[in-house]
């Protein structure tokens, strides 16, 4: 038997503090789950409303921009909780968690942006209109890019995802928009979309997921470009001066 | 390169080039991508470089003998040496790993350190034949480098493993466990064995944590276990055992029967 002096080789304090963080970290962990699942449904919500816009004509998306706005506007207000637990724990010690949610929340609000809604005070919406990481963060009240300070923010991956995600909708919406008799809109999309991909080729993306998702880009600019040719190829493309 | 359709002109594909209202934007977002990954590469480099000059401590603590007292003066020049190069090398690194950017390249560094704390325990063992605290470990990494509770954790889950073949080792070669009064390098490793087996950590099975202490749990025990099947060899056979003899280390496990 050891000496009863001897202190042994194990403190018993090492392990009780382990506990406790490992208790703490899951603890966290849990608080943080609830804003997801909040998050989580709001999102789908959103994307079914923004769905629409695929069988409805420009002329009548204004409904559908103010339904998707207000579905926004409640997954703004949980981001907004969510970014004050979170900003308790190091930025990225539990950035895997949310990442998703936020890249679905973030291409909800570039969509309902592209289709003409998303306007702030100092910043009037515009149909076909790109919004900054920037004008991002301020409508979701929340800081981007962030490097001198560990809190909650939007990061440039998060964007450029939902960018990608963007690309791929916009690729649907340019078939549907055929469909729907709207020759217009394709040329619109094409040339948005080609500006974007050509951005993404000027990154220098290591082996991510977001270089295997940029890779998927080339595929929808085709699909939009042989829209482009179909119609094109029919005389359907309106005239620049037709256009309204 | 921009897939630019070219034209026979080259000055009006220098303007199409520019055509892109996005390009600015774009090219912020190349130097931050850029910066990040040049960063994440130099994490990954010096994380690999750790892990190789903590095996060679490692490699060179497990030719010490004793238990206890001091190191070997050639052992311990070659550990020192090794220990303040790193050092340099964590303390270069550091700047790379401050503030926001601790946890965001926590994964490539987190090799490095775990390796780190494994073999500055290992020696912390042979010199005064107790764990390591955290606040101890963290006292040997650079002030900016942030040792978090799970890679010092599974640190210790490898430390069992060099303390196994410590053991093996001394068994074969002197005849007997490392010892020093009363305490010997079996009892540490069985209170060891059972602190690691009280620590609950069901709430993380989510995570990495979770995954890694569970793999690592199994490995431990194997290593307690071989210590303990050595231990019974040598009671049982230690007189006859000729010379030189060195116990199979793959050896399988006894199993119990009554």
């Known amino acids: 038997m050891a000496d009863i002096n001897d202190p042994g080789m194990v403190n018993s304090k090492i392990f009780e503090d382990l506990q406790k963080k490992i208790d703490d970290d899951a603890e966290t962990r849990e608080q943080l789950r609830a804003f997801l699942q909040t998050l989580e449904r709001q999102g789908r919500v959103a994307q079914s409303v923004l769905s629409r816009a695929h069988s409805t004509p420009v002329a009548h998306l204004q409904p559908v921009i103010t339904a998707a706005e207000a579905s926004i506007r409640d997954e703004i207000e949980t981001i907004g909780q969510l970014a004050a637990v979170a900003s308790n724990s190091p930025y990225y010690k539990y950035n895997g968690m949310w990442t998703r949610e936020v890249q679905n929340v973030v291409f909800s609000i570039l969509m309902c942006g592209w289709l003409g809604g998303m306007a702030t005070a100092s910043n009037p919406a515009s149909a076909g209109k790109l919004l900054t990481i920037e004008e991002v963060g301020s409508i979701l009240n929340v800081p981007v890019n962030l490097k001198d300070q560990d809190a909650f923010h939007i990061t440039i991956e998060e964007y450029l995802q939902s960018l990608i995600t963007l690309i791929e909708e916009l690729a649907r919406l340019a078939i549907n928009s055929v469909t729907l008799g709207d020759y217009q809109r394709p040329l619109e999309i094409s040339t948005f979309v080609k500006d974007l991909h050509a951005g993404f080729q000027i990154l220098n993306l290591k082996n991510d997921s977001l270089r295997r998702r940029s890779d998927g880009i080339k595929y929808n600019v085709k699909k939009i470009e042989d829209i482009v040719y179909d119609l094109s190829l029919r005389n359907l493309v309106p005239k620049p001066e037709a256009s309204n | ?258």
């Not at chain 2, 606040?135 to 060099?162: H, M, Q, V």
Request: hydrophobic share 35%.
């Open chain 2, 1 to 258: 390169m921009p897939s630019i359709k070219r034209t026979h002109d080259g000055s009006e594909k220098e303007k199409e080039a520019n055509l892109s209202p996005f390009m600015p934007m774009f090219e912020t977002f190349r130097d931050e991508l850029d910066e990040h990954h040049d960063r994440r590469e130099r994490v990954i480099k010096t994380s690999r470089d750790i892990t190789a000059a903590s095996k060679k401590i490692i490699f060179a603590l497990q030719r010490v003998r004793t238990l206890k007292s001091d190191i070997p003066e050639k052992i311990a020049k070659e550990v020192d040496d090794r220990a303040s190069a790193m050092q340099k090398q964590m303390e270069a690194i550091a700047p790379d790993l401050a503030g926001i950017n601790a946890w965001r390249y926590q994964r490539q560094i987190s090799g490095g350190i775990q390796e780190y704390i494994e073999a500055i325990a290992f020696q912390h063992y042979i010199q005064f034949q107790t764990l390591i605290t955290p606040t101890e470990s963290s006292a040997l990494l650079p002030s900016r480098i942030n040792l978090t509770p799970d890679d010092y954790l599974l640190g210790l889950f490898d430390l069992s493993g060099e303390l196994m073949r410590y053991a093996i080792t001394t068994i074969a070669t002197t005849g007997g466990l490392p010892k020093s009064g009363d305490r010997d390098i079996l009892v540490d490793l069985r209170s060891v064995r059972a602190c690691f087996e009280a620590l609950d950590t069901t709430s993380s099975a989510g995570t990495g944590l979770g995954k890694d202490v569970q793999k690592k749990m199994e490995v431990m025990q194997q290593s307690v276990d071989k210590v303990e099947t050595a231990v019974y060899g040598l009671i049982i056979r230690g007189r006859e055992r000729p010379k030189g003899w060195v116990p199979d280390l793959k050896e399988e496990r006894v199993v119990e029967s009554y």
